[in-house]
């Protein structure tokens, strides 16, 4: 690693890093980079609609332009641009050298990158997605899309995936088992807090979307039926599928962006944050309800009142976590003596825009105005207003905060507000209006629209303020490389603040910290610099003594294992709903299965979960246990055997993924299953081939390995008992 | 027949549910009697809750007539009776070892899916010697599942979180199974005959079909169910996180 | 494209017990969530005031950790009101859009990309685009589509609902006045999503009857016009259906009584002799990337089509 640092040559040093804050910093600029191109979709959307009837753009050429900027924004910078400060600030806040997994890290950035230049390659390849960002069948069917653009949007979503995924899993494994001593969990700063919580959420919703759209490719490039009503699939299964990860996604990208406000505010008030407690338990409260919600995407679905009232429910219930975190930064600013630097602003003007967003969001839940306003610009104004007044304008206050942190100097407060009032007037202006467009009927995704009176004025005061936006992008990306080179020196704590980063150099060393201030409550550098009124004075937050730390091979293959069930699932549910669809093809399909000859196969894989427990208690005692290993490898080869028999004679029989709804469930399942059987032998292989090399770590890897390997059998199991037993 | 009616002289008192309800009477007494005093708010509010279930109207409902109402009742039995039974009778140090904790979560959830097989249900529906088993199971379950989050020797927070958020991933795929599958999950409701004052009351007089009903039970087995883990979860937060309230002077 | 004399869809105008049940709820509830707002942004604007740094300052100031029963204030009040809003949309959802039911619809509306077609199944009556429903009469619309999700959404007469294939769903409209209104697809279908309007004239039962009666008879024959011989030799009959002639195809909009309507390609161009004449010379320089054909049409063809259709009224 230190080579690496040393190295003279620059691409090398960023390209092969495996430094975490090198890592973040590469996610921003990246985003930012990305950002240039959603925005340049944005505005020419809204140069496309400043008049009713124009012809900038062609109808074709704005649904694809309107697609990516949903898709690049969500996908290419919001979540980003959250990964790369997490990134960068986690390890600092909690007191650690790096992430748990750095490789893995690193890996997880060239994903993003290589996940969105797929996604743009898109543009040269016959036409970029055209579908919307949230692709609902049977649009995305080949006879309606027939450009390969949602392919590539499938495939880059898969990238993507995996690499959130693996930061999810990453972050996790690096709050639980890598913070300094001292900093116990109940002393996290709320941005470690929040992204420790998010990460839950983006390694279990995440797969969803990762089952929903392989589902979807098999139905375009293989013919299948999942969901397209034409071939007896659901289109309904589709959307209840994406909002499942859709609304725990939106989640995902509020929730750091609270974490970010809650750093910030306390820091230029000048207080510690207010009711950190139930800060942090309302996040808690937010990413289990998130789960409970999705179908409020689906009110105008004619899903049934019942249903409705639930999610009508939900919906209102998980805004009182959030007005609850409102209340208590009020509360923080209360009483304080606020500084209002350019950072702060933006915070500030995020309690308010949030609150219009989130607001008009309980409005969306009064499931009677959804039906008239869902789908109209009301709806695009509210998306807005949470993620760009909500979650961008903490991304721009901590971007003003920490900048010096990570480039040691200071940006310049003079652009930064310019840059501030430039993009609050114009996003106001450009958002606050479509409320009052959809009122007035306007729809969503129109490339044009009639000369109804009021809609051309009130399109224009929106394309108006989209070029101030436009403008204030600019100041931005001034004052980020004039600062670079002529900014300010920032030292090592320029706004006085408290958590763990501002107790290290600007930038910090390769090893983050030469020495750990003491750490005995959740502001180390306030205690430090006030003795006489320390925090521990007036909140108690434990001793320093924590619950025994837990082992890291095994905490791994648990969240992945953990992100892997949830996909199974998503799979499962999808053959039991159209399990109750069978209709003659899919019986046939059914009959031709051998549940004897399967079950003899499915008792050898069981066996070879025991052997491998065999190969591990043996390893604990001593012997080698290699012999063991081999006879679960080989065990679980005879089971791949057996299923590709199975599949030959299927498919001898004529019963193929596509020739039926419930052969295309089933193929889809038992393959997916046999992919992972076929990931867990290389992985044991691995592990065998450290053993026998007396490489450090087999072991460790071996028990991560074993879990993974227990799950599959588990997952089988329940596969065995559902496709082959249940009927 | 009309509600009123319903509230008034529909109340579920058959040999059996009268045994029932005195057998747990007594089980309250003796435990009051022997755990002390202080147990005796929750434990009463525990019979209280209980009696309602096997008495009430409620308990003549789920015995065949109205699914959702067959829902409530397990509901009732496995997470709200047994939840304050372990609050009043925390339980001694000998069960928190691992396993206990597993039986605990395959109890709770275990027991809510396999009441949910139909021939199961419909039985459980019907005989009462299959409803007294139900019902003795539900509570046992419940006491096993409950022990590890409310009683003497808990689980950590976090362990606390994926105990109760897989039970609320298990039950919402159940729920959501009975709400939204085709076929009847408890052909017994289904079958009522047409011509009982209280399934006309139910099909013409609240105009709830079979189907609706099933529907309504699926949900309730979801929504309440989750709301009552995501409920203790946050309660097991807070009370982690900040033991005593604190306000800077 | 111009599209000038359309009205303004207002929201808040109330023209049907629907869309007045719906606007009750919406000023409640914006007043509420309006109060709300104000509130907090009061609280923060008085907290930028009153607390912001005095020049020079640098004492801290008093520090304040939490406080349980403010946290417990904020909750259960916004709780309270929740509660509030939640009642009243079940109140809400029971009243603008009850269940189903099993009666026999008044109308089936099928989304199509990029029109609609609309069938009185009592009465025998297949038309597209535009239609009409008599004021006062609680009507049952179901809704389907043929091809992909379309959003039926006429937003001052009712709300919206989606049209799923293989997932029909309904609606209730009981108009209370009359007028003319204009419909929107509001779910994204393709390339000419923006294009697809309807229109629904509510009118008194009397008119309506008429309407219909109209509606019934076949197209007046005029078989033997050159305009007529070129729709059927020009497989125009293959997607569009003319009641009373061999055309049935059921993939177009149904042009039996054309000539009656006020605007063509689903709402897009006002029904003139000109622009249907453009219409058939290049579809797509109005309507790019619809599925109507072009035929690469002389100008006499045109002119000979466009008398014939000008006579279905």
């Not at chain 1, 304008?393 to 009032?421: C, D, I, N």
């Not at chain 2, 009742?73 to 709200?80: A, Q, T």
């Not at chain 2, 105990?163 to 939204?180: D, H, K, N």
């Not at chain 3, 005029?222 to 259906?241: I, P, Q, V, W, Y």
Request: net charge neutral; proline share 6%; glycine share 8%.
């Amino acid at each position: 690693m230190d080579a690496l640092t040393q190295s003279p040559s620059f691409l090398y040093r960023w390209t092969a890093t495996l430094d975490h804050k090198k890592i973040g910093i590469l996610y921003l600029w990246t985003s930012l980079f990305f950002f240039g191109i959603g925005g340049m979709e944005a505005m020419l959307i809204r140069i496309q609609l400043a008049v009713p009837g124009n012809t900038l753009l062609s109808p074709e050429a704005y649904n694809q332009i309107f697609t990516m900027h949903g898709t690049t924004m969500i996908f290419l910078v919001v979540m980003p641009v959250l990964i790369g400060f997490a990134n960068y600030f986690v390890p600092l806040m909690i007191g650690a050298r790096d992430m748990a997994f750095p490789r893995l890290n690193a890996m997880s950035y060239w994903l993003f990158l290589f996940g969105g230049l797929l996604l743009h390659f898109s543009f040269f390849a016959g036409g970029a997605p055209a579908a919307g960002w949230f692709s609902y069948a049977p649009l995305t069917d080949t006879s309606f899309s027939s450009s390969q653009g949602v392919d590539y949007w499938v495939l880059s979503l898969l990238v993507l995936g995996i690499g959130s995924v693996s930061t999810g899993i990453n972050i996790i494994v690096t709050v639980l088992t890598l913070r300094a001593e001292g900093m116990t969990m109940r002393r996290l700063p709320l941005f470690a807090w929040m992204f420790f919580i998010n990460a839950f959420l983006i390694v279990l919703a995440m797969p969803v979307l990762n089952a929903s759209i392989v589902m979807l490719l098999i139905d375009r490039q293989l013919d299948a039926h999942f969901f397209f009503p034409s071939k007896g699939g659901s289109a309904v299964v589709w959307q209840h599928f994406f909002w499942m990860f859709g609304h725990p996604e939106v989640y995902i990208m509020a929730l750091p962006a609270f974490g970010m406000i809650s750093e910030i505010i306390p820091v230029f008030s000048r207080k510690p944050i207010f009711g950190y407690t139930f800060i942090a338990g309302s996040t808690v409260a937010i990413a289990l309800l998130s789960f409970g919600v999705w179908a409020h995407h689906m009110f105008a679905t004619g899903l049934g009142t019942s249903f409705n009232v639930v999610f009508a429910f939900g919906s209102m219930l998980i805004a009182i976590p959030t007005g609850i975190k409102i209340f208590n930064w009020i509360a923080t600013m209360w009483g304080g003596s606020i500084r209002f630097c350019t950072s702060m602003c933006f915070a500030t003007a995020f309690l308010v825009e949030f609150v219009i967003g989130g607001l008009s969001g309980v409005m969306f839940a009064v499931v009677p105005i959804d039906w008239q306003v869902t789908d109209s610009y009301f709806v695009v104004a509210h998306i807005h207003y949470v993620l760009f007044g909500g979650t961008l304008f903490a991304v721009f206050g901590a971007l003003y905060y920490w900048f010096p942190k990570m480039s040691g100097r200071m940006l310049s407060e003079k652009l930064g507000k310019w840059h501030f009032w430039l993009t609050v007037i114009g996003f106001n202006m450009t958002f606050l209006v479509q409320h009052v467009l959809g009122l007035i009927g306007m729809p969503r995704r129109v490339y044009t629209y009639a000369d109804n009176p009021g809609w051309a004025l009130l399109n224009q005061i929106s394309t108006l303020g989209a070029f101030l936006m436009f403008a204030s992008a600019i100041v931005l990306i001034w004052n980020l490389f004039r600062s670079l080179k002529y900014g300010k020196p920032a030292g090592d704590n320029p706004w006085q603040a408290w958590t763990l980063e501002w107790a290290t150099s600007s930038p910090p060393p390769p090893e983050n910290f030469l020495r750990l201030p003491p750490i005995n409550g959740r502001r180390p550098l306030w205690d430090l610099a006030n003795p006489d009124r320390p925090d521990s004075n007036f909140i108690n937050t434990g001793t320093s003594e924590e619950s025994p730390r837990l082992a890291k091979p095994r905490l791994t293959a648990a969240l992945f294992i953990a992100s892997e069930t949830i996909f199974f699932i998503a799979l499962i549910v999808a053959f039991l709903v159209f399990t109750f669809k069978k209709d003659t093809a899919g019986e046939f399909a059914q009959s031709s299965l051998d549940p004897m000859r399967t079950g003899i196969f499915t008792a050898i894989l069981v066996l070879s979960s025991f052997t491998l427990w065999l190969a591990e208690r043996g390893m604990k005692r001593g012997a080698s246990g290699k012999g063991w290993l081999a006879a679960t490898i080989v065990l679980g080869a005879i089971f791949l055997g057996g299923q590709a028999v199975e599949y030959i004679g299927l498919l001898n029989n004529e019963v193929t993924i596509n020739s039926s709804l419930f052969a295309t469930s089933f193929f889809t399942l038992t393959g997916f299953h046999a992919f992972h059987v076929f990931l867990g032998l290389v992985a044991l292989g691995v592990c065998g081939f450290l053993l026998i090399r007396k490489k450090p770590g087999g072991h460790a890897a071996l028990g991560g390995v074993s879990l993974y390997w227990h799950f599959v059998d588990i997952v089988w199991l329940v596969v065995f008992a559902i496709v082959y037993l249940k009927p | 027949m009309t509600t009123q009616e319903l509230i008034i002289t529909a109340w579920h008192l058959t040999p059996i549910s009268i045994a029932t309800a005195v057998l747990g009477t007594l089980a309250t007494a003796f435990a009051i009697w022997k755990k002390g005093r202080s147990t005796a708010p929750k434990l009463i509010a525990a019979l209280c809750i209980f009696l309602f279930t096997i008495i009430s109207p409620l308990g003549t409902l789920s015995e065949g007539y109205l699914f959702s109402a067959h829902m409530i009742h397990h509901l009732l039995l496995l997470l709200i009776v047994p939840l304050f039974v372990v609050i009043a009778i925390p339980g001694g140090k000998n069960l928190h070892t691992k396993p206990w904790r597993a039986i605990g979560w395959i109890s709770g959830v275990g027991a809510m899916w396999l009441w949910h097989e139909p021939s199961l249900c419909s039985l459980a529906a019907v005989s009462p010697a299959m409803q007294a088993t139900q019902t003795i199971t539900l509570l046992i379950a419940g006491y096993l599942f409950w022990r590890p989050i409310m009683g003497t020797t808990r689980l950590h927070p976090a362990g606390a979180l994926l105990y109760l958020f897989s039970a609320c991933t298990a039950c919402t795929l159940l729920g959501i199974y009975v709400a939204f599958v085709p076929i009847s999950v408890c052909p017994a409701f289904a079958a009522a005959s047409q011509s009982s004052p209280i399934i006309i009351l139910i099909r013409d007089g609240w105009g709830f079909s079979a189907a609706a009903d099933q529907q309504v039970g699926g949900l309730l087995m979801w929504i309440p169910a989750c709301l009552i883990y995501f409920t203790a979860i946050l309660a097991r937060f807070l009370s982690w996180h900040e033991p005593q309230n604190t306000v800077s002077k | 494209m111009d599209c000038a004399g359309y009205n303004q869809p207002m929201l808040l105008a109330s023209n049907s017990i629907q869309a007045a049940e719906v606007n009750t709820l919406f000023i409640w509830v914006t007043a509420t969530c309006g109060s709300i707002f104000l509130i907090i942004g009061i609280g923060v604007i008085f907290c930028t005031r009153r607390f912001a740094a005095k020049p020079g300052e640098t004492e801290e100031p008093h520090q304040t950790y939490g406080d349980r029963r403010l946290e417990w204030i904020w909750t259960i009040i916004p709780c309270l009101i929740l509660i509030a809003l939640g009642i009243a949309t079940v109140r809400g959802m029971t009243r603008v859009l009850p269940e189903r039911g099993t009666g026999k619809p008044d109308l089936i509306v099928t989304g199509h990309q990029w029109w609609w077609s609309i069938e009185y199944p009592e009465h025998g009556v297949i038309t597209a685009n535009e239609f009409l429903i008599p004021v006062g009469k609680k009507t049952l619309i179901d809704l389907e589509s043929a091809d992909v999700i379309h959003s039926f959404w006429p937003p001052d007469l009712c709300p919206k609902q989606d049209m799923i294939p293989g997932h029909p769903s309904h609606l209730w409209i009981e108009p209370t006045k009359t007028g003319t209104y204009i419909g929107v697809c509001a779910e994204f279908c393709g390339t000419q999503h923006a294009n697809m309007r309807f229109e629904i004239r509510v009118v008194p039962q009397a008119e309506f009857d008429q309407w219909i009666a109209e509606q019934k008879k076949p197209a007046s024959p005029s078989t033997t016009s050159k305009g007529a011989e070129l729709f059927n030799s020009l497989a125009c009959a293959d997607c569009h259906r003319i009641n009373g002639t061999s055309a049935a195809g059921v993939t177009a909009p149904d042009l039996t009584h054309f000539a009656s309507r006020s605007r063509l390609a689903s709402g897009t161009i006002p029904n003139t002799r000109e622009n249907i004449e453009r219409w058939l010379r290049d579809p797509d320089s109005i309507k790019p990337g619809s599925h109507m054909p072009d035929y690469k049409l002389s100008e006499e063809d045109i002119t000979a089509l466009t008398d014939y259709l000008s006579t279905l009224k």
